[in-house]
């Protein structure tokens, strides 16, 4: 019965070790790809970027190792949340939010990022409406700023998520934006 029993389990660490060995020798062959998709996610570099520098991260002693390693199991972890879809696993889709949803700070980068845009809308629409080749006059230009400025001062996440819901309550929204930037921004 010992001689049973040494035998099993003789089989029994040969397949564990066979196993570690198989585990380890996947890692390694992975580990080049797995740092370019954390590289490409992380830095939003482009492939060949990622994968040059992932090579030269790897050829740094101790640190650049350790930091090959460590990006390893990260690219692996983003495989993994990415469903093993390369695409997904570099560019995630996003996910969505309300308006209701976003913290004051969240809202607050909400109506930064869209300072420009609502800015170069204006400006499109004073340009369309000069016929001068897609040029505007710095009074117009002036008073797209402002009105933006206005508009961002005025928003909250209620009327974002009425304008969403109601082209009336934007028209209301933005009457209330052209009244308050007459007053404040005058004949720019």
């Not at 400025?149 to 109601?166: F, I, N, R, Y």
């Amino acid at each position: 019965m010992k001689k049973v029993l040494d035998i099993l389990s003789s089989m029994l660490l040969g397949t564990l070790g066979i196993g570690a060995w198989l585990a380890v020798v996947i890692i390694m062959v992975l580990s080049l790809p797995l740092n370019v998709i954390a590289l490409m996610r992380l830095e939003g570099w482009s492939w060949w970027v990622a994968l040059l520098s992932a090579v030269l991260l790897g050829a740094i002693p101790i640190f650049g190792q350790l930091g090959y390693v460590v990006l390893t199991f990260l690219g692996a972890y983003y495989f993994y949340v990415g469903n093993f879809d390369w695409r997904e696993a570099v560019s995630p889709t996003p996910g969505t939010i309300t308006y209701q949803q976003m913290t004051p700070k969240q809202f607050a980068q909400f109506k930064e990022a869209s300072r420009e845009t609502i800015a170069k809308t204006c400006k499109q629409a004073a340009a369309s409406e000069n016929n001068m080749g897609g040029k505007i006059l710095p009074a117009q230009a002036s008073l797209c700023d402002c009105v933006t400025k206005v508009a961002l001062e005025k928003l909250t996440p209620d009327d974002a998520t009425a304008m969403e819901k109601s082209s009336s309550a934007m028209r209301e929204f933005f009457a209330g934006v052209a009244a308050e930037a007459k007053s404040r921004c005058g004949n720019r």
